[in-house]
C-alpha cells in the first residue's frame, strides 16, 4: 500500500469512528490514531471467516463497528494462528485506550476458565457501588471466597475483578454490572485459570446463590435489601447471572476491555468497557479456620500501559484449547456439601453439617460442672422443701433448695444453652449434644436430636443436659431434662423413663472431616430428588460430592417455594408493555381485577393431543401471505447493510446478486425481503403478522416511503395493509393484544377492551361465524392497560381449554354483556386450567410461646404466659405448576420464622404492639399479627417466583387461627387477589 493510500485508509478510518462510534480523535493524536487504526482493522479484516464454525471470536451483536465497513465483511474472527491472541489483545488494550474499546466476544469453549458476572439493575439515578459487591470490603465476596475455598480447599485463590457499572441504555437505568474471574495460585505465582465445564459452573453458581440466600450475615441482607428496593428483579438468582453465561444462549462472552452492545433495534455500544479494578488474594494459613482476603491489585494504584492491559485481557480470557487442563469435580472431592444418600438403606440420606471439629460443638461434661457450680453459688434457702421424686409407694426425701427444680432452672436461664443448634439443608431442626454419655472418643460422645420436646414443643436448648449413672449396665446416659414439665429424655434413643413421649434421635456419622445426620429421604419434601435420576451411594470413605452441588441447584429452586397468583398476571404484563410502546394509555382507566365470567363454546374434538407448534390450527385456516412495496433511495450495499442491521434480530440470510441487481434477504420462516436496484423498490412478501415485524424493524423503510407511491397489497384484503402501514399511529392494529380480547362498548368502559377483530379490516376472526363489530364505523378506543383479571367458569367441565378452542364472555363485573365477547383461548389460558367449582388449601402449623401482660377496665394488669398453636391456611381457587396452590414446605418456613420471631418473647416489649397505641395481645390480635407477617412473606415469594417466570397457582386467600388451647381459639382471615398479593 503506497503512503497516499494508507493516509487515505487512516482518514477514512477516523471518519468511520467518528461516524459509527462517535468518537472525535484530537487533532494532535489523530496521525498516531490513523495508524493504529488501519493496523487493528488490518488485524481484524485477515482473520474474518464467514463459516461459524471456525469463529472464535466476534464482533457483538453483529453491530457494524467502525472496522465493519467491508463489502464483505463477517464480523467472525478465526484467530488460530500461534502468537495472534496477544496481538488481538494488544490491539484490544490499544483501543481501549483510545477511547474507542472495541466491540468484541469469544466464542465460548466446551471448556472454560470460570468467571461469574454479577448484574444488579439499579434505578434511574441510583445503583450500588461496585465496591461493595466486589471491593476490599466487600461482604458479599469474602462470602464467594468462602464457598470457593470450600470447592478448592487445596489450593489459595485469587480472584480478578472487572467493571462495568454505569447507565444500561438496554434497560434504560443504572446498572451494577461486575465480573469476577476465578484463578487459582500457589505462592506468590501469578493466577491458573479454573476451567470448568457449563455444567460445573451452574452447579457452583446455584450452590452460591443457595448460600447468599440462606446467609445470616447482616452485610449481605444489607446488599440485598438495598438491591431489592432498587428493583424487585434484583434476586440473588437474577443477580448471579448464569443461564445466559453457560447456557446456550449467550454462547460469545464480552471480552475485558471491550465494550457492550445494545440488542437491536437500538444497537449501539453501551459505552462501558468491562475494565480491571482489583486483585484479592484468598489465604488461609493451615489449620485456621478464617480465610482472610488481601487486595493486591487495584485500579487507583495508576494508570496501567497498554502492556499491562493486554496482560490482564490475557489473564481473563475464557477460551480454552481443547484438551487443556481442567480443573473437574474431581478436584471438588475434598469438599463435603452434598447430601448423599445411604449405601445401605436407600430409604434415608445423609446430610451434611458445617460440623468439623469438638470446638464447633458445646462440651457437654464442661457445661453440666458449669451447672452445679451454678447451683452452688445459690444463696442457702431459709428452710428445707419436700421434693417428690418418684411415685406410689416410692420413697420421698427432703432435699436442699439448691437441688429443688426451680432452682435449677432459675440456673439454666443464666448459662449458654447446653447443645449446639443446626439446621439441616432439609430444614430439619436439630440439635447436636456432645462429650456425654458412654464412650473414650469425644468424636463418638455426639447424639443429634430433635430440637423441641415431644410432649408441648419446648425447645430443649433451654433445658438441662446430664449424665446420669446406669449402675446396671455400668455406663452413663446422656440425659435431656425438658424445663416445662421435668421429662427426661435419653439422647441414645430418645425414650423418656415412665413417659410415652419419645424424643427424636438422629443418627449422625463423622465422614470426611465433617458430621452428617441421617434423615429419611421421603422427609426431605422432594429437594433431594435429585437421587431419583442420579443415585449416589455412601460409600466408607469416597463419596463423589459432586452430586452435593447438583442438589444444592435442585433445593434452591425449590424452596424459594412455588408460588402463586392468578394466573393472567404473568402473561398480561408481557402484554401491557408491548400495548405500551404504541400508544399513550395514561387516559385510559385502568382497572385492576376486573372480572370477567366466560364458558367455553368450541371445544376441540382432539383436546389434550399435542399439535404441532406451527400450523393454523383444527378449523382455522392458513395466514394469507402479504406483498408489501415500499420505496428505498439508496444503493444496493446500503441496503444490504440497513437490512442487516435492523433484521440482526431474525434469523435470516442476504444474497446480493449483481447480474440482476437485487439484494434478497430470506428468513427460514419463508418471508422474503427484495430490493430491486433498477426501480428502487422493496417487496416484502411474507405473512400478516411478519410483514408487521419486518416494517417496525425496518424504519428506513417506512422513512424512505414517506411521499412515495404505496401500493401495499394484500391478496386478500386491502385494509389489513393500511392498517400495518398505519402501525403505531392509530395505536389499534398494531397494539392488537396477543389473547385478541376486546370489549363491546358497553363493557369498554368496565374492563377497558376494544372488539375482537382481525388485521383484516376489523372482521371477527372466529371461523364460521360473521362479523360481530364493524370497527370501521366505530370510533377506535385504544386499547387500554389490563392489570389483572379473574375468569370465573360457568362449570368446571367447560373450563378445559385448549388452544384455539373458543371463549365466549358472558358477564364483565358481574354484569352480563349484552352481546357476548369472542376470543380465542391462547397458549397461557390453556396451560392453566381454570377450576371454578370448589376451593383448594393448604394448612401448615407451628407453635410458640410467649409471656403478655392484659390491661383490661376494671381490673388490675396481669401476666401469663401462653403456648399458642399456630394454624395458617391458604386458599385458592387454581392449581399452579406441578398442580400445587403452593409449595407446603415454603408456608412452613414462613411460619417457622415467625413463630421464632414471637418464641420465647414478652409481648409487652414488641414495638408492633406498643405503636401507635397499645394493645393487648388476644389471640385475635396475635392471628392478625401472624398473618400480617405471612402474607408479607408469602408476597415476597411471588415474586420471586413471577421473576423466574413460573406458573402460578391463584391464591385467594390466607385464614390464620391460634389456639390458645384444644378448646378455645380464634383466628383472623383476608381475602386477596392478583393485584394485593403483587403489590
Ligand atoms: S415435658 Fe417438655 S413440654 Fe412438657
Same mark, same amino acid.
Given at each position: 500500500?503506497?503512503?497516499?493510500?494508507?493516509?487515505?485508509?487512516?482518514?477514512?478510518?477516523?471518519?468511520?469512528?467518528?461516524?459509527?462510534?462517535?468518537?472525535? !480523535?484530537?487533532?494532535?493524536?489523530?496521525?498516531?490514531?490513523?495508524?493504529?487504526?488501519?493496523?487493528?482493522?488490518?488485524?481484524?479484516?485477515?482473520?474474518? @471467516?464467514?463459516?461459524?464454525?471456525?469463529?472464535?471470536?466476534? !464482533?457483538?451483536?453483529?453491530?457494524?463497528? =467502525?472496522?465493519?465497513?467491508?463489502?464483505?465483511?463477517?464480523?467472525?474472527?478465526?484467530?488460530?494462528?500461534?502468537?495472534?491472541?496477544?496481538?488481538?489483545?494488544?490491539?484490544?488494550?490499544?483501543?481501549?485506550?483510545?477511547?474507542? *474499546?472495541?466491540?468484541?466476544?469469544?466464542?465460548?469453549?466446551?471448556?472454560?476458565?470460570?468467571?461469574?458476572?454479577?448484574? #444488579?439493575?439499579?434505578?434511574?439515578?441510583?445503583? #450500588?457501588?461496585?465496591?461493595?459487591?466486589?471491593?476490599?470490603?466487600?461482604?458479599?465476596?469474602?462470602?464467594?471466597?468462602?464457598?470457593?475455598?470450600?470447592?478448592?480447599?487445596?489450593?489459595?485463590?485469587?480472584?480478578? !475483578?472487572?467493571?462495568?457499572?454505569?447507565?444500561?441504555?438496554?434497560?434504560?437505568?443504572?446498572?451494577?454490572?461486575?465480573?469476577?474471574? =476465578?484463578?487459582?495460585?500457589?505462592?506468590?505465582?501469578?493466577?491458573?485459570?479454573?476451567?470448568?465445564?457449563?455444567?460445573?459452573?451452574?452447579?457452583?453458581?446455584?450452590?452460591?446463590?443457595?448460600?447468599?440466600?440462606?446467609?445470616?450475615?447482616?452485610?449481605?441482607?444489607?446488599?440485598?435489601?438495598?438491591?431489592?428496593?432498587?428493583?424487585n428483579?434484583? &434476586?440473588?438468582?437474577?443477580?448471579?447471572?448464569?443461564?445466559?453465561?453457560?447456557?446456550?444462549?449467550?454462547?460469545?462472552?464480552?471480552?475485558?476491555?471491550?465494550?457492550?452492545?445494545?440488542?437491536?433495534?437500538?444497537?449501539?455500544?453501551?459505552?462501558?468497557?468491562?475494565?480491571?479494578?482489583?486483585?484479592?488474594?484468598?489465604?488461609?494459613?493451615?489449620?485456621?479456620?478464617?480465610?482472610?482476603?488481601?487486595?493486591? =491489585?487495584?485500579?487507583?494504584?495508576?494508570?496501567?500501559?497498554?502492556?499491562?492491559?493486554?496482560?490482564?485481557?490475557?489473564?481473563?480470557?475464557?477460551?480454552? +484449547?481443547?484438551?487443556?487442563?481442567?480443573?473437574?469435580?474431581?478436584?471438588?472431592?475434598?469438599?463435603?456439601?452434598?447430601?448423599?444418600?445411604?449405601?445401605?438403606?436407600?430409604?434415608?440420606?445423609?446430610?451434611?453439617?458445617? #460440623?468439623?471439629?469438638?470446638?464447633?460443638?458445646?462440651?457437654?461434661?464442661?457445661?453440666?460442672?458449669?451447672?452445679?457450680?451454678?447451683?452452688?453459688?445459690?444463696?442457702?434457702?431459709?428452710? %428445707?422443701?419436700?421434693?417428690?421424686?418418684?411415685?406410689?409407694?416410692?420413697?420421698?426425701? =427432703?432435699?436442699?433448695?439448691?437441688?429443688?427444680?426451680?432452682?435449677?432452672?432459675? +440456673?439454666?436461664?443464666?448459662?449458654?444453652?447446653?447443645?449446639?443448634?443446626?439446621?439441616?439443608?432439609?430444614?430439619?431442626?436439630?440439635?447436636?449434644?456432645?462429650?456425654?454419655?458412654?464412650?473414650?472418643?469425644?468424636?463418638?460422645?455426639?447424639?443429634?436430636?430433635?430440637?423441641?420436646?415431644?410432649?408441648?414443643?419446648?425447645?430443649?436448648?433451654?433445658?438441662?443436659?446430664?449424665?446420669?449413672?446406669?449402675?446396671?449396665?455400668?455406663? @452413663?446416659?446422656?440425659?435431656?431434662?425438658?424445663?416445662?414439665?421435668?421429662?427426661?429424655?435419653?439422647?441414645?434413643?430418645?425414650?423418656?423413663?415412665?413417659?410415652?413421649?419419645?424424643?427424636?434421635?438422629?443418627?449422625?456419622?463423622?465422614?470426611?472431616?465433617?458430621?452428617?445426620?441421617?434423615?429419611?429421604?421421603?422427609?426431605?419434601?422432594?429437594?433431594?430428588?435429585?437421587?431419583?435420576?442420579?443415585?449416589?451411594?455412601?460409600?466408607?470413605?469416597?463419596?463423589?460430592?459432586?452430586?452435593?452441588?447438583?442438589?444444592?441447584?435442585?433445593?434452591?429452586?425449590?424452596?424459594?417455594?412455588?408460588p402463586t397468583t392468578d394466573w393472567v398476571a404473568p402473561s398480561y404484563k408481557g402484554e401491557t408493555r408491548s400495548v405500551q410502546?404504541?400508544?399513550?394509555t395514561s387516559?385510559a382507566p385502568a382497572r385492576q381485577g376486573a372480572q370477567i365470567k366466560f364458558?367455553?363454546?368450541?371445544?376441540?374434538?382432539?383436546?389434550?393431543?399435542?399439535?404441532?407448534?406451527?400450523?393454523?390450527?383444527?378449523?382455522?385456516?392458513?395466514? *394469507?401471505?402479504?406483498?408489501?412495496?415500499?420505496?428505498?433511495?439508496?444503493?444496493?450495499?446500503?441496503?444490504?447493510?440497513?437490512?442487516?442491521?435492523?433484521?440482526?434480530?431474525?434469523?435470516?440470510?442476504?444474497?446480493?446478486?449483481?447480474?440482476?441487481?437485487?439484494? &434478497?434477504?430470506?428468513?427460514?420462516?419463508?418471508?422474503?425481503?427484495?430490493?430491486?436496484?433498477?426501480?428502487?423498490?422493496?417487496?416484502?412478501?411474507?405473512?400478516?403478522?411478519?410483514?408487521?415485524?419486518?416494517?417496525?424493524?425496518?424504519?428506513?423503510? %417506512?422513512?424512505?416511503?414517506?411521499?412515495? &407511491?404505496?401500493?401495499?397489497?394484500?391478496?386478500?384484503? &386491502?385494509?389489513?395493509?393500511?392498517?400495518?402501514?398505519?402501525?403505531? @399511529?392509530?395505536?389499534?392494529?398494531?397494539s392488537?393484544a396477543p389473547s385478541q380480547v376486546y370489549a363491546?362498548?358497553?363493557a369498554r368502559s368496565a374492563a377497558g377492551f376494544s372488539?375482537?377483530?382481525?388485521?383484516?379490516?376489523?372482521?371477527?376472526?372466529?371461523?364460521?361465524?360473521?362479523?360481530?363489530?364493524?370497527?370501521?364505523?366505530?370510533?377506535?378506543?385504544p386499547y387500554t392497560r389490563v392489570v389483572s383479571i379473574d375468569f370465573v367458569g360457568?362449570?368446571?367441565?367447560?373450563m378445559?381449554l385448549?388452544?384455539?378452542?373458543?371463549i365466549?364472555v358472558v358477564e364483565v363485573f358481574g354484569m352480563?354483556v349484552?352481546?357476548?365477547l369472542?376470543f380465542?383461548a391462547k397458549k397461557f389460558l390453556v396451560k392453566e386450567r381454570i377450576r371454578s367449582?370448589?376451593t383448594?388449601?393448604?394448612?401448615?402449623?407451628?407453635?410458640?410461646?410467649?409471656?403478655?401482660?392484659?390491661?383490661?377496665?376494671?381490673?388490675? *394488669?396481669?401476666?401469663?404466659?401462653? @403456648?399458642?398453636?399456630?394454624?395458617?391456611?391458604v386458599f385458592g381457587r387454581s392449581l399452579g405448576e406441578?398442580?400445587?396452590l403452593m409449595?407446603?414446605?415454603?408456608?412452613?418456613?414462613?411460619?417457622?420464622?415467625?413463630?421464632?420471631?414471637?418464641?420465647?418473647?414478652?409481648?409487652?416489649?414488641?414495638?408492633?404492639?406498643?405503636?401507635?397505641?397499645?394493645?393487648?395481645?388476644?389471640?385475635?390480635?396475635?392471628?392478625?399479627?401472624?398473618?400480617?407477617?405471612?402474607v408479607?412473606?408469602l408476597k415476597q415469594h411471588l415474586a420471586e417466583e413471577l421473576a423466574r417466570g413460573k406458573t402460578l397457582g391463584s391464591i385467594s386467600k390466607v385464614?390464620?387461627?391460634?389456639?390458645?388451647?384444644?378448646? +378455645?381459639?380464634?383466628?383472623?382471615?383476608e381475602e386477596l387477589n392478583a393485584t394485593s398479593l403483587s403489590e
Amino acid at each position: 500500500m503506497s503512503a497516499t493510500q494508507g493516509a487515505t485508509r487512516a482518514t477514512a478510518l477516523l471518519a468511520s469512528l467518528k461516524n459509527r462510534r462517535q468518537v472525535d !480523535v484530537p487533532p494532535d493524536r489523530r496521525n498516531a490514531a490513523g495508524e493504529l487504526l488501519e493496523k487493528t482493522a488490518h488485524f481484524l479484516e485477515a482473520r474474518e @471467516t464467514s463459516n461459524p464454525q471456525d469463529a472464535t471470536h466476534q !464482533v457483538l451483536k453483529e453491530f457494524s463497528d =467502525w472496522w465493519c465497513g467491508g463489502q464483505k465483511n463477517t464480523k467472525k474472527l478465526a484467530i488460530a494462528e500461534t502468537g495472534t491472541l496477544e496481538v488481538l489483545y494488544e490491539h484490544i488494550a490499544k483501543m481501549f485506550e483510545l477511547d474507542a *474499546p472495541l466491540t468484541l466476544g469469544e466464542r465460548r469453549t466446551e471448556q472454560f476458565s470460570f468467571f461469574q458476572d454479577i448484574e #444488579i439493575r439499579g434505578s434511574k439515578d441510583n445503583k #450500588i457501588d461496585y465496591r461493595d459487591i466486589a471491593g476490599p470490603d466487600s461482604a458479599f465476596l469474602h462470602l464467594l471466597g468462602r464457598i470457593m475455598a470450600e470447592l478448592y480447599p487445596k489450593q489459595q485463590l485469587q480472584v480478578i !475483578v472487572l467493571d462495568a457499572s454505569g447507565h444500561s441504555n438496554k434497560l434504560g437505568v443504572e446498572q451494577t454490572a461486575v465480573r469476577l474471574v =476465578w484463578q487459582l495460585t500457589s505462592g506468590s505465582s501469578g493466577g491458573q485459570n479454573i476451567v470448568v465445564t457449563s455444567e460445573i459452573a451452574f452447579r457452583i453458581v446455584d450452590y452460591m446463590v443457595l448460600k447468599a440466600n440462606e446467609s445470616t450475615d447482616q452485610n449481605i441482607k444489607e446488599i440485598h435489601r438495598r438491591a431489592s428496593t432498587l428493583s424487585n428483579v434484583n &434476586t440473588w438468582k437474577n443477580m448471579f447471572v448464569s443461564d445466559d453465561n453457560y447456557g446456550g444462549k449467550r454462547s460469545t462472552i464480552r471480552m475485558t476491555l471491550n465494550d457492550e452492545v445494545c440488542d437491536p433495534p437500538m444497537l449501539r455500544p453501551e459505552k462501558r468497557p468491562l475494565k480491571p479494578v482489583f486483585i484479592h488474594r484468598f489465604s488461609r494459613e493451615e489449620n485456621a479456620q478464617d480465610l482472610k482476603m488481601e487486595q493486591v =491489585w487495584s485500579c487507583d494504584e495508576g494508570q496501567l500501559g497498554s502492556a499491562e492491559y493486554a496482560k490482564f485481557v490475557e489473564r481473563t480470557a475464557i477460551r480454552q +484449547a481443547t484438551g487443556h487442563y481442567v480443573v473437574t469435580t474431581g478436584a471438588m472431592s475434598d469438599c463435603a456439601l452434598g447430601v448423599v444418600q445411604d449405601s445401605e438403606d436407600p430409604r434415608y440420606c445423609w446430610v451434611p453439617t458445617d #460440623i468439623q471439629r469438638c470446638s464447633d460443638l458445646v462440651d457437654g461434661s464442661q457445661w453440666i460442672s458449669a451447672l452445679e457450680q451454678h447451683l452452688k453459688a445459690e444463696p442457702k434457702p431459709s428452710r %428445707q422443701l419436700r421434693m417428690t421424686v418418684s411415685e406410689g409407694d416410692a420413697p420421698q426425701f =427432703w432435699a436442699s433448695a439448691a437441688h429443688t427444680l426451680r432452682a435449677r432452672n432459675d +440456673a439454666l436461664r443464666k448459662m449458654q444453652p447446653p447443645a449446639r443448634k443446626v439446621r439441616l439443608l432439609t430444614q430439619h431442626e436439630v440439635l447436636f449434644w456432645f462429650n456425654v454419655g458412654p464412650g473414650v472418643q469425644k468424636r463418638d460422645r455426639v447424639y443429634v436430636t430433635e430440637s423441641t420436646c415431644p410432649h408441648q414443643g419446648v425447645c430443649l436448648l433451654a433445658g438441662e443436659l446430664k449424665d446420669v449413672e446406669d449402675i446396671v449396665n455400668e455406663e @452413663t446416659v446422656p440425659m435431656v431434662r425438658c424445663p416445662r414439665h421435668n421429662k427426661t429424655f435419653d439422647l441414645r434413643t430418645g425414650e423418656s423413663p415412665g413417659n410415652c413421649e419419645r424424643l427424636r434421635v438422629f443418627p449422625c456419622k463423622f465422614h470426611q472431616g465433617r458430621y452428617y445426620v441421617q434423615v429419611p429421604v421421603a422427609e426431605t419434601s422432594g429437594t433431594l430428588q435429585a437421587f431419583a435420576n442420579e443415585p449416589c451411594v455412601m460409600q466408607d470413605d469416597d463419596v463423589d460430592m459432586t452430586e452435593g452441588l447438583c442438589l444444592a441447584r435442585e433445593r434452591s429452586e425449590i424452596f424459594t417455594c412455588t408460588p402463586t397468583t392468578d394466573w393472567v398476571a404473568p402473561s398480561y404484563k408481557g402484554e401491557t408493555r408491548s400495548v405500551q410502546r404504541f400508544q399513550d394509555t395514561s387516559t385510559a382507566p385502568a382497572r385492576q381485577g376486573a372480572q370477567i365470567k366466560f364458558r367455553s363454546v368450541a371445544g376441540s374434538p382432539d383436546y389434550g393431543e399435542k399439535k404441532p407448534s406451527r400450523g393454523p390450527g383444527p378449523g382455522r385456516t392458513e395466514e *394469507p401471505m402479504k406483498n408489501l412495496e415500499r420505496s428505498y433511495p439508496g444503493d444496493m450495499q446500503e441496503f444490504k447493510s440497513e437490512i442487516e442491521r435492523s433484521l440482526a434480530g431474525q434469523d435470516g440470510t442476504t444474497e446480493v446478486d449483481y447480474e440482476k441487481e437485487t439484494v &434478497t434477504w430470506s428468513s427460514t420462516k419463508g418471508a422474503t425481503i427484495v430490493f430491486r436496484h433498477a426501480n428502487h423498490k422493496v417487496h416484502i412478501t411474507a405473512k400478516e403478522g411478519l410483514c408487521r415485524v419486518y416494517l417496525n424493524a425496518c424504519t428506513f423503510l %417506512q422513512a424512505a416511503s414517506q411521499g412515495s &407511491t404505496d401500493s401495499a397489497m394484500e391478496r386478500g384484503s &386491502t385494509r389489513a395493509a393500511t392498517s400495518i402501514r398505519l402501525g403505531g @399511529t392509530n395505536g389499534y392494529a398494531s397494539s392488537r393484544a396477543p389473547s385478541q380480547v376486546y370489549a363491546p362498548p358497553g363493557a369498554r368502559s368496565a374492563a377497558g377492551f376494544s372488539k375482537p377483530m382481525s388485521l383484516a379490516g376489523g372482521n371477527s376472526t372466529v371461523p364460521g361465524r360473521s362479523a360481530t363489530a364493524k370497527s370501521a364505523d366505530k370510533p377506535k378506543v385504544p386499547y387500554t392497560r389490563v392489570v389483572s383479571i379473574d375468569f370465573v367458569g360457568e362449570t368446571s367441565g367447560e373450563m378445559d381449554l385448549k388452544i384455539g378452542d373458543m371463549i365466549e364472555v358472558v358477564e364483565v363485573f358481574g354484569m352480563r354483556v349484552r352481546r357476548p365477547l369472542h376470543f380465542h383461548a391462547k397458549k397461557f389460558l390453556v396451560k392453566e386450567r381454570i377450576r371454578s367449582y370448589g376451593t383448594f388449601f393448604i394448612g401448615v402449623q407451628d407453635r410458640c410461646m410467649y409471656s403478655h401482660t392484659f390491661h383490661f377496665s376494671g381490673s388490675e *394488669p396481669f401476666t401469663t404466659g401462653c @403456648t399458642a398453636v399456630v394454624q395458617v391456611k391458604v386458599f385458592g381457587r387454581s392449581l399452579g405448576e406441578g398442580d400445587v396452590l403452593m409449595d407446603i414446605s415454603v408456608g412452613q418456613q414462613l411460619l417457622r420464622e415467625i413463630m421464632v420471631h414471637y418464641d420465647h418473647k414478652n409481648l409487652d416489649e414488641l414495638e408492633e404492639f406498643q405503636t401507635p397505641s397499645r394493645r393487648n395481645t388476644t389471640v385475635e390480635v396475635m392471628a392478625e399479627a401472624v398473618h400480617k407477617r405471612f402474607v408479607s412473606g408469602l408476597k415476597q415469594h411471588l415474586a420471586e417466583e413471577l421473576a423466574r417466570g413460573k406458573t402460578l397457582g391463584s391464591i385467594s386467600k390466607v385464614e390464620v387461627v391460634v389456639k390458645e388451647s384444644d378448646v +378455645a381459639f380464634a383466628g383472623f382471615g383476608e381475602e386477596l387477589n392478583a393485584t394485593s398479593l403483587s403489590e
